[in-house]
């Protein structure tokens, strides 16, 4: 304060990072000295309302007087005590009978009023900055939607063309699968679009009634909707809008060369990515691979059934990142350990089953946190001692399905805590879960070679075609939006694509030899599969 009445003396902001900033002002009740931005800003928020900010001419002048401070508020429960603290547990300010009568210790936390509001009004001022950009990025996510749609429509254009100079006579079928291709997907494109826009107005009107609540309401306003208020903002806070796929743009038509082919062979409408083979690594490092994921940090995991038991991380030039051995982690039972299905965590923890028959958890690094087994609610054990876990998928909430080979797929926690369970007709050495929780399942050897789609509580709704040829060994599963990729390994090595009912869609890729598991980055642009012993890598054209 010394230097306030100092001539020319410079005071730097002490409410902003930058300590370079020279303070202009200062707020009496923050008690902070303010640069001009964060002037503005201090104004600019109405739950700072009753806050006074005095310029340092009007300090020196010594306009700080008591009335310049603001009201207190009154408890509207016991008459004449002032709301001067805070229950953190109920989110509500009190006054000194309410920590007694209403809010006692020690099942409620109590704190000063004035802490709790700065604290939270900190918090929903940082909400509000990261929720304020997300409808700039809803912006440009629809402009690149808008770019999709035109380029789809041009894409019709030029496949229609190429079409009729292929053959006349076919032109009116073809332009019929082509409108009804072309209006499927503007459909999904314009509701993709029309659904950002929802966004940005709900997204918009909370803004406005959050910065409604900051600038016009009281503290005690501030304190009472601060619970709804932070809820909002932090879900808000998540959404991370993103325009469609721009393949979704893309449509041609493909010719064949040789035009003495019969009609209904001339040519085929690409309604689909293709896929392209990219490199192939790791290859002969690892003997026997069952399973595969992408890391948190996008390395690969993949989980060696033989040579050692061990799942083992890849950077995507081959280089082997971490080994982690699973046989005998976690102590007790030390059979060693067969690892067979994978899966990943938000977290990034790795999740391997293990023919023991255990569920064994580990962290990034590699380290082991817990295994359990899947237990019925009446301490039964839901797997035989002899039974052996497959596959393991996680599902949107974090739930995690596991998959033996006694016919039964079982749902827990991540802690290991069991939900629920259901016996079905297969069994499931692979498994993956769609948006709206149905779980498929592959068996390529035990029981049946097929692929079944069920729901929760167990009941079978689809099962997929056989492709064309008759063998079919499905291993590894992965979903794609309203597809379903799966791998064959045996007869003619393949990934498949199948529609979200098991509808054949075609042949995603030959160049394989004996898939097994196949994962896909979150980005959709880039496709794994564990090829027995080397890792192939796929990318959309």
């Not at 009201?71 to 008459?79: L, V």
């Not at 038991?309 to 082997?320: G, I």
């Amino acid at each position: 304060m010394r230097k306030l009445y100092e001539k020319d003396a410079k005071i730097p902001c002490t409410s902003c990072d930058n300590s370079d900033n020279q303070a202009v002002g200062r707020c009496v009740e923050c008690n902070d000295f303010l640069c001009k931005k964060c002037v503005d800003i201090h104004k600019s928020l109405r739950i700072l309302k009753h806050h006074h900010v005095l310029t340092l001419e009007e300090l020196r002048s010594g306009k700080l007087t008591m009335h310049n401070l603001p009201e207190q508020e009154m408890c509207p429960k016991h008459k004449g005590e002032v709301l001067r603290f805070y229950c953190e547990t109920c989110d509500e300010p009190m006054c000194r009978d309410c920590t007694v009568v209403d809010h006692p210790r020690p099942d409620h936390t109590q704190i000063d009023l004035k802490s709790a509001v700065e604290e939270r009004h900190d918090k929903i001022v940082e909400l509000f900055k990261q929720v304020e950009l997300i409808p700039k990025a809803i912006d440009i996510a629809t402009a690149e939607d808008e770019k999709t749609l035109k380029e789809l429509k041009a894409n019709e254009k030029k496949a229609i063309s190429l079409y009729k100079k292929t053959v006349k006579k076919a032109e009116t079928e073809f332009t019929q699968k082509m409108k009804q291709l072309v209006a499927k997907r503007s459909k999904e494109i314009e509701a993709h679009r029309d659904c950002l826009q929802s966004q940005k107005s709900r997204l918009c009107t909370s803004l406005e009634m959050t910065q409604q609540i900051t600038q016009n309401g009281s503290e005690h306003d501030v304190a009472t909707m601060y619970s709804s208020l932070s809820n909002t903002m932090q879900r808000m806070s998540k959404w991370n809008p993103k325009p469609v796929r721009k393949s979704m743009g893309k449509v041609e038509f493909i010719p064949n060369k040789d035009l003495d082919i019969v009609m209904s062979s001339i040519g085929s409408l690409c309604t689909y990515e293709q896929w392209a083979l990219g490199k192939t690594i790791a290859s002969g490092q690892f003997n026997m691979g069952r399973d595969i994921v992408f890391g948190k940090n996008y390395e690969i995991a993949v989980s060696i059934f033989s040579s050692g038991h061990y799942v083992r991380l890849f950077d995507d030039d081959s280089t082997p990142k971490l080994q982690i051995q699973t046989s005998g982690a976690g102590g007790g039972d030390q059979r060693a350990s067969y690892p067979w299905g994978l899966a990943i965590a938000q977290n990034g923890d790795y999740f391997v089953t293990d023919q023991n028959p255990y569920v064994k958890v580990f962290n990034a690094e590699g380290n082991f946190k817990q295994r359990f087994g899947a237990q019925n609610p009446n301490g039964t054990w839901s797997y035989s001692e002899n039974s052996q876990l497959y596959g393991i998928a996680i599902d949107n909430k974090g739930q995690v399905y596991v998959g033996s080979s006694n016919q039964y797929i079982s749902t827990h926690n991540q802690n290991g805590t069991r939900i629920s369970g259901f016996n079905l007709n297969l069994c499931p050495y692979f498994i993956a879960i769609t948006t709206d929780n149905h779980i498929i399942a592959s068996d390529h050897y035990l029981i049946q070679y097929a692929v079944h789609v069920y729901d929760t509580k167990g009941t079978q709704l689809h099962t997929f075609a056989t492709p064309p040829g008759g063998n079919f060994y499905p291993t590894g599963l992965c979903v794609v939006q309203d597809e379903v990729f799966v791998a064959s390994y045996y007869g003619v090595p393949a990934v498949y694509r199948y529609s979200l009912t098991g509808d054949y869609i075609g042949i995603l890729t030959k160049d394989v030899t004996a898939p097994w598991g196949i994962a896909l980055k979150d980005d959709e642009e880039e496709l794994l599969v564990c090829d027995n012993n080397s890792i192939k890598v796929f990318h959309r054209k």
